[in-house]
């Protein structure tokens, strides 16, 4: 990584796994540290890419086919990418980025079944996104994931894809952090918010110098 240059902390896992409410809380240890920190997420993030998140979550599961969804998020983080993380980085900012390329190589490319290899030809060789520092990956029964959601009035579209497409966008994500063991932070999201937050900032300590 290029010197004094920032870190890019995604966070990722499947529905109501609580990644936007870690997210903060790790930004909130960061700050404390003295680090410098961009919150963002995926899809959105710049007017373009929020514009792109509206016609992605909303409306009927079937409103757009797999490949469909791999182009408008292309295209949205692309934008993101060049207005937000990038200028970010450059200054020495931390971003940590609620949903990233995982989200799409397991959404789209695994349970969306267009194949892992495809979606990481487009998101690598054409587009040449930056991959992640760290990638936290937030796992959690299905159910338990679609009943937070349910209860929180936040559903998308992406719930309506039914039980069986979450189990594959669960296994997704298990198998990217099985491939990629020094990338990817497993952290059982089944317990009680502030036992998560606290594997995650003594991780993100250690891996990277900061102070407990």
Request: glycine share 10%.
């Amino acid at each position: 990584m290029e010197r004094n240059r920032g870190r890019l902390v995604t966070f990722e896992g499947g529905e109501g796994t609580g990644k936007t409410t870690q997210l903060e809380r790790l930004a909130t240890f960061l700050e404390a540290r003295g680090v410098s920190v961009v919150r963002t997420r995926e899809p959105g993030g710049t007017q373009g890419a929020e514009a792109i998140r509206a016609l992605l979550l909303d409306g009927a599961a079937d409103r757009w086919s797999a490949r469909s969804e791999l182009l408008l998020f292309a295209a949205a983080r692309q934008d993101h990418l060049e207005k937000v993380i990038e200028p970010a980085l450059a200054a020495g900012s931390w971003v940590l980025c609620d949903r990233y390329l995982d989200s799409t190589r397991v959404y789209q490319g695994i349970a969306g079944e267009l194949g892992l290899a495809f979606v990481d030809h487009l998101q690598s060789t054409v587009l040449g996104f930056r991959l992640p520092d760290l990638t936290v990956l937030l796992d959690l029964p299905v159910e338990h994931g679609l009943a937070r959601r349910s209860r929180d009035g936040r559903a998308t579209r992406f719930e309506q894809k039914g039980t069986s497409f979450h189990e594959r966008v669960r296994e997704g994500f298990l198998e990217l952090a099985r491939r990629e063991p020094e990338r990817f932070l497993l952290v059982d999201a089944d317990r009680a918010v502030d036992a998560v937050a606290a594997e995650i900032a003594r991780t993100v300590a250690a891996r990277f110098g900061l102070p407990p």
